[in-house]
């Protein structure tokens, strides 16, 4: 019943050799539960559980390096012979049923009604699968984005999804065992804060008293071993990469 996080991908903005974009599997309390769906993250959760089982999906925000992997899953539960029991609830932001509908030349997704349940995430939502408890919390982006607090048995992982510097962030992550944070750019543009350097997903883990740092979503102008040093010299704890096919307990 221990909470733990698989990496399945950790890439941005595509995916490399061996490496999807963002995907976690989150298990706990009795639950299993798809975190982000970016290219290939499918398949690899395949490696670990049978998509069929899952409790929940959760989708963070819908730039497709975060949901384009939903598609995939359509073809495998609906027509791929991996059937779920009842319809999978999709938590995502507004539009994300009509955009996977699109695909098929839709204008709506019900008829996915048979294997995904869509639900609209806002800021402060909160969804219980056992005794797992998912809050999800607005943060800055260049659109409509959330990060992921999920909780049980007394642990706490913390997830930013996509996020500029915000206090919110900060809010989200306090004292969790467990933060999996971006650190997409080497620096700011001109003023944009819609993704984290090292230094600030350091800093974030640092005011926010979490107990480990885990770093993910390293963008082209880093390298994951750059970006984790650069984000332990400030936070001055426990830091390490996502490495997809790893399982951590919280």
Known sequence: MSLTLTVLGTASPHPAPDTPTSGYLVR??????????????FAELRRHTDPARLSAIWISHLHADHNAD?????????????TPPAPIPVYAPTGCAQRLAGFFGRSDAGFLSGVLDFRTLYDGHVARHGELTLSAHSVVHDVEAYG??????????????????????????????????????????????????????GSTARAAQVRQLL?????????PEVATARAASVFDGPTSAARVGETRTV
């Open 148 to 201: 992921l607090r999920a909780e049980s048995a007394g642990r706490t992982l913390a997830y930013s999804g996509d996020s500029g510097p915000c206090p919110a962030l900060i809010e989200l992550a306090r004292d969790a065992d467990l933060f999996l944070c971006e650190a997409d750019i080497d620096t700011h543009r001109d003023g944009e804060q819609v993704h984290l350097t090292p230094e600030d997903a």
């Open 70 to 82: 939903l598609l995939a899953a359509v073809y495998g539960l609906a027509y791929g012979g991996l």
């Open 215 to 223: 770093v993910t979503h390293v963008g082209p102008s880093l390298t």
């Open 28 to 41: 706990g309390g009795g639950a299993e539960v798809w975190v982000d769906a970016g290219f290939g993250t």
